[in-house]
C-alpha cells in the first residue's frame, strides 16, 4: 500500500506542509512561528498563541509582517534568509498585541529551513529574561524572609506568655480598679500580639486539607465576601475560562489568599466606593508552556484581580509581598505576605503590575 504524499501548499511552490512536523516546537517557552517568504503563517507554537491572546487559527489566518511594527525590516529580512542572501539575521523590533492595541519589545531571530523554503522566526520578550531574574530573586528573598520571621515569632512567643502570665497574677493582688485597667491593657496587648505571631507563623505549614480545587468557586466565594462588606459603590466583574480544570490543592488557603488580594484592592477602592465608580475584576485564562519559580509547566491556570484605584504607591512597589510592609495607614502589612506564601505553597506564583488609576495582581498555579 502506497503511503499518501505530504500536503502542498498551493502558495509557496511545492514547499511541503505537514502540520505534525513542528509539534516539538510547542515545548518551547520562546514565541516560534514558521513562516513563508510571501509572509504567510504555515505554524505557531502555543508560547505565540499565549502571548498573543489569540487562537492558532486566528494567528495562522493573518499575515507575519502584520506583527511587527516596523514591517518593511522584518519583510526585507524574511526574504534575504529564505533567498540564503545569509543563513540567520537578528533584529529588535516591538511587537504588536492584537486587540491590546499595545506593543512591547522583542528580539527577532530568523532563520533558514533548508528543505521547505520557509523560515524560521523566534521571538524572545526582552522582558522575559528580567522577570524569570526577579522570580528567582524573589523566591530566594521569600525563603530568607521565611527563616528570619519564624526564627522572631519563636523568640517572641515566650517572653510574651511571660508578660500576660505576670500581668494576670498582678490583676489578682490589686484591688484598685484603676491600676487593673492597666493590667487589663497589657493583656490585651499580649494577646494581640500574639495573634500577630500567630499569623506571621501560619504560612510556614505545609498544606493540610489538599482535595479538589475549583478556581472559580474560590473566586464566586471571595467576590460574596467582598460584597457583603463592601455592599454599595463597588462593582465587581467576572471574566472567567469556564474550560480551567479542577486542581488538587488546599481550598482554604487559596480563598484566603485571594481575598487577602481582593480586600487591599477594596480598601485601596475607598475614595472611588464613595463616589460610586469603584471595579474589582477577576478574570481567569489558561496559560501555556510556562515558567513559575525555577520549573516548567505544560499549563498554569492565571487569575487577574484588577482594580481602578490610586495604584501601589511607588516607594513600597518592590517590598509589597514584604511582611510589615503596607500602603495603608493602620494595615499590618501581613496580608499580601500570607497571600504569596499560600499561593507558593501550591508551586505558584503572584506578581503585581501597578499605576495610577489600574492595578493588577497575577496568580499563577501550575495546572494538572
Known amino acids: 500500500m502506497t503511503a499518501a504524499a505530504p500536503a502542498l501548499d498551493p502558495d509557496a511552490g511545492l514547499r511541503p506542509l505537514d502540520p505534525h512536523a513542528y509539534g516539538a516546537l510547542d515545548l518551547l517557552a520562546t514565541m516560534v512561528a514558521i513562516v513563508s517568504p510571501e509572509g504567510r503563517c504555515v505554524f505557531v507554537n502555543a508560547a505565540f498563541e499565549n502571548v498573543l491572546g489569540l487562537s492558532k487559527k486566528s494567528v495562522l489566518r493573518g499575515s507575519a509582517f502584520d506583527w511587527i511594527v516596523d514591517a518593511q525590516v522584518f519583510r526585507d529580512t524574511v526574504a534575504a534568509v529564505s533567498r540564503n542572501d545569509f543563513s540567520t539575521s537578528r533584529f529588535e523590533a516591538h511587537l504588536r498585541r492584537p486587540g491590546a492595541g499595545e506593543t512591547f519589545p522583542v528580539h527577532v531571530i530568523v532563520n533558514q529551513i533548508e528543505t521547505t523554503g520557509n523560515v524560521v522566526v523566534e521571538l524572545v520578550e526582552i522582558e522575559q529574561q528580567a522577570r524569570q531574574d526577579r522570580e528567582e530573586r524573589a523566591l530566594e528573598q521569600a525563603e530568607a524572609t521565611k527563616e528570619l520571621i519564624r526564627n522572631l515569632a519563636h523568640e517572641i512567643r515566650n517572653p510574651l506568655g511571660g508578660i500576660r502570665g505576670a500581668a494576670q497574677l498582678l490583676e489578682m493582688e490589686i484591688e484598685s480598679r484603676v491600676l487593673t ?27 493540610h486539607v489538599v482535595g479538589d480545587v475549583n478556581i472559580h468557586e474560590v473566586c464566586e466565594r471571595v467576590r460574596a465576601l467582598i460584597l457583603a462588606e463592601f455592599p454599595r459603590g463597588l462593582a465587581t466583574e ?131
Do not use: M, W
Request: proline share 6%.
Open 181 to 207: 485597667e492597666y493590667t487589663q491593657v497589657i493583656i490585651k496587648e499580649a494577646d494581640r500580639l500574639q495573634v500577630l505571631v500567630d499569623r506571621l507563623l501560619a504560612p510556614h505549614r505545609k498544606p
Open 238 to 368: 467576572r471574566d472567567y475560562d469556564i474550560s480551567i480544570p479542577d486542581f488538587r490543592g488546599d481550598r482554604e488557603q487559596l480563598i484566603q489568599a485571594v481575598l487577602n488580594i481582593a480586600h487591599n484592592a477594596a480598601r485601596a477602592l475607598e475614595d472611588r466606593i464613595a463616589a460610586g465608580d469603584a471595579r474589582l475584576v477577576f478574570r481567569t485564562r489558561i496559560a501555556r508552556q510556562v515558567t513559575l519559580g525555577k520549573h516548567r509547566y505544560r499549563l498554569a491556570l492565571e487569575l487577574h484581580i484588577e482594580d481602578n484605584g490610586p495604584g501601589v504607591p511607588e516607594s513600597i512597589r518592590d517590598r509589597i509581598f514584604f511582611p510589615l510592609v503596607s500602603g495603608r495607614e493602620g494595615g499590618s502589612g501581613l496580608g499580601l505576605t500570607l497571600a504569596r506564601n499560600f499561593v507558593q505553597q501550591h508551586q505558584g506564583t503572584v506578581e503585581c503590575e501597578s499605576e495610577p488609576g489600574r492595578t493588577i495582581f497575577k496568580v499563577s498555579i501550575p495546572l494538572p
